[in-house]
């Protein structure tokens, strides 16, 4: 069992890190460290969640009511101006992906992955094509 932990907390953190990376890279409030911190996060509570018998269903509510808190703190309102929705949700949705590799859906986990990082990359293209 402890290598399999191994296993899934470093593909947490490598997969939150390839969503983080994007952020990163576009400036944004939350990036690499954060994305990987909430994917290891998630996977922990997981994981715990699993070993010690407690209701998977009720850590995976915890895990999407706790991340709202943190989603909330990137979200910054200004003169009808809304920034940080999309790193909210991309903070959202790698707290999905560490619950999945904690639940060892390890294909699962990495297919949401790409894509989530193409629904991202798919902003750069967007403002390329409508010049």
Avoid at 18 to 30: D, L, N, T, V, Y
Avoid at 38 to 50: E, K, M, R, W
Avoid at 65 to 88: D, E, L, Q, R, W
């Amino acid at each position: 069992m402890g290598v399999e932990l191994v296993v899934q907390f470093l593909l947490a953190i490598i997969l939150g890190g390839i969503i983080g990376i994007e952020r990163e890279k576009s400036h944004k409030p939350a990036g690499i460290r954060t994305h990987m911190l909430v994917a290891l996060g998630a996977c922990l509570f997981t994981v715990a969640s699993i070993t010690f018998g407690v209701d998977t269903g009720r850590i995976a509510a915890g895990i999407v009511t706790g991340i709202g808190f943190i989603g909330a703190g990137t979200i910054i309102g200004s003169k009808g101006n809304i920034k940080g929705i999309t790193t909210a949700a991309s903070l959202w949705t790698t707290s999905a992906v560490g619950l999945m590799i904690g639940l060892g859906e390890y294909f699962v986990g990495t297919v949401a992955t790409l894509l989530v990082l193409f629904i991202l990359v798919l902003d750069i293209l967007t403002k390329k094509w409508l010049k």
